[in-house]
C-alpha cells in the first residue's frame, strides 16, 4: 500500500471514530456510554504520563497524584461552597488549575533528582498527600467528602471526549513542535541538550505541568460523576500502574499508543472481570507481560511498522 | 591583563576542588579573539574540568571568568551557551535517536538568544553539515554513524548556533590519519571563514603543534607553562611532565 492511501485511510478512521464517539452517547445505554467514558479518561491518564515517561524520559510512579489533587480540588470547592451542578464546568476546571499549581511547584523541587531518584520522589509525593487528605478534617479526613447526588454520566462523558480530543490534538502538535524537540532532547541526553542551549528545568517543569492538567481536570470530572471521593480512591497507586501498563502496551513515546492501548486495556479489563472475577487480575497480569515481552514498543508501534506507515 | 576587545575569553585565577584535590588550581588564560588556542597535559590534569567551568558545567569555587568583558563564572549552560559559547564533547555525545539534520538543528534552535522556528534551523543546520562534510548523511540517524561522522555531527551541532568560541574537546582523538588531516582542515576553517575562536584540548600532538598558535600546559590542574608551540616543546617542564624525553619535534 502507498504511504498516501496509508494515511488518508487512517484520516478517515480518525474522523469516523470521532464521529461514532460523539453520536454514541445519544443512542447507547448507560453501560456503554460510562465503559467508552473509561476508556477516554484512561487514554488521557496515560497519554499525560507517557508525556513525561515517552517524550521527556522521566518516569514518573506518582502520577495518581495529579488525579487525586483535582479531584480534591474540584469537592473542596464544590462542598465548601455548597455548590450545586450548575457549577460543574468551572469546579472541573478549578480542579485542573489545583493540579497544575501543585505540579509546578513540585517540579521547582523534584528536578532537582534524575533517574530513579525522580521516581521514588513521585511515588513518596502521591503518599505525602494520601496522608495530608487522610489526616485533614477540612479535607474530608479518612472519610472523604461528598458532592450532590446528580446523574451526570452524559457531562462527564462529554468532559472525558473533549479532554480526549484535546489532549490528542496537544500531542501531536507537541510532536512536531520546538517544545516537542527540546523534550526529546532531555530524553536522549539531558546535559547535551543543557550545553545545546536548551533550558532544560524549564521544559521539565512545563512538561510536567501539561502532564499534570489532564489527569486533573479528569479527576475533577470523575469525583462530579461518582459523587465522592476518599484518599484512598485518589490516590490509588492503582491509577499509575495503569497508565504505565496502557502506555507501555500501546507504545511509549507514541502519540497514538496511550489512546488505542486504552481501548485494548479497558475493553480486556471490563471482559475479564466479568467473566472470570476471581482471575481477572492474574489474566490481566499475564497479558501485560505477554505484551511487554513480544511487543516491548508496544502493539500499535509494531502495527504501524506492519502497515509500514509513519509511527505517529 | 586588562580588559582588552581582542581577548575574547580571559580567566583569572581560576578553581575547582572535587573534595580534598584540587581539579583545577588558581590557572590564568586568555584566549585572543581568531587564534587557536589549545590546551594539552596528561590524563587527568584538569583540562576537560576547566571546559566544564567555562560551559558552566561546573560552578568554579574561586576566580574569575569573563567572556566579551561579561562574568560568566557559575552561570548555568544554556545561558553560556546561548552568550555565544557552544562545545563539543570528549566523549560524543550526540542526540543518538535523531538525523544529523536533527541534531544540529538542536544548536540552531536552543543556542540562538532569538526565535529560531523550524524552517530557519533547518537551513541553518543544512549550511553547517555542508561545512564539516557530512551533508550527504544529513537524513541518517547519528546512532548509526561512525565516531568520526559523530564527532561531525558534534561540531556542526556546536557551530549551528553561530558561537562566537567554541570549545573543542578532543575532536581528533581516535580518528584514524586520514580523519585527523581533515578535522585539522575543518578547525582552521572554524576559524578563518566562520571566523568562531576555537578553544581546543587535545592529545594528538602532530595536530596540536601543526595548528595552535599558542598552547596551554595544564598538569594535575596548575598551568604549568603556556606559549608558542615551538616554545612548549622544548620547555624541560612539559616534556617531564607530558610529552616525554623521546618526544621529537
Known sequence: MEMKNVVSIRNAVALLILIVLVVLPFVMSGYVVSLVASILAAGVLAGSWNLMAGFTGYVSFGHQAFFGLGAYGTAILVTSLNLGEGSLFYSILFGGIVSAAVAFAFGYLAFILRGPYFSILTLGFSEFLYVIMVNTPWFGGAEGLNLPPVYVLPKYYMVCLVLFVASFIFFYWMRQSKFGFALSTIRQDEDAAESSGVATLRYKIVALTVSAIFPGLIGGAYVWYITYIDAVAAFNPHVAVQMIAITMFGGLGTVVGPMIGAFFFVILSELLWSSMPELYLVVLGITIIFVIEFFPRGIVVRAMEALKTEVV | ?249
Open chain 2, 1 to 249: 591583563m586588562s580588559l582588552n576587545e581582542n581577548i575574547i575569553l580571559e580567566g583569572q585565577k581560576v578553581g575547582k576542588n572535587f573534595g580534598g584535590l584540587a581539579a583545577v588550581k588558581e590557572v590564568d588564560f586568555s584566549i585572543p579573539r581568531g587564534k587557536i588556542v589549545a590546551l594539552i597535559g596528561p590524563n587527568g590534569a584538569g583540562k576537560t574540568t576547566l571546559f566544564n567551568i567555562i560551559a558552566g558545567v561546573y560552578r568554579p569555587d574561586y576566580g574569575s571568568i569573563k567572556f566579551g568583558g561579561q562574568d560568566i563564572g557559575g552561570k548555568p549552560p544554556h545561558i553560556i551557551c546561548k552568550m555565544g559559547i557552544s562545545r563539543t564533547f570528549q566523549i560524543v555525545r550526540s542526540f543518538l535517536q535523531m538525523t544529523s539534520l536533527e541534531n544540529a538543528m538542536v544548536g540552531a534552535m536552543f543556542a540562538s538568544q532569538s526565535w529560531v522556528g523550524f524552517k530557519e534551523a533547518s537551513a541553518k543546520a543544512k549550511e553547517c553539515l555542508d561545512f564539516v562534510g557530512l551533508a550527504d548523511h544529513a537524513n541518517t540517524v547519528t546512532g548509526n554513524l561512525t565516531l568520526a561522522d559523530r564527532k561531525k555531527v558534534e561540531l556542526a551541532k556546536a557551530l549551528a548556533g553561530d558561537p562566537k568560541l567554541v570549545l573543542l574537546d578532543e575532536l581528533i582523538a581516535g580518528l584514524n590519519p586520514t580523519e585527523v588531516r581533515g578535522a585539522v582542515e575543518l578547525i582552521r576553517k572554524v576559524k578563518n571563514e566562520l571566523k568562531i575562536t576555537p578553544f581546543w584540548v587535545e592529545h594528538v600532538m602532530d595536530a596540536v603543534i601543526n595548528l595552535a598558535d599558542h598552547i596551554i600546559v595544564l598538569n594535575y590542574g596548575e598551568k604549568i607553562a603556556e606559549g608558542s608551540p615551538q616554545g612548549i616543546v622544548s620547555d624541560q617542564k612539559v616534556i617531564d611532565a607530558y610529552l616525554g624525553e623521546e618526544y621529537n619535534f
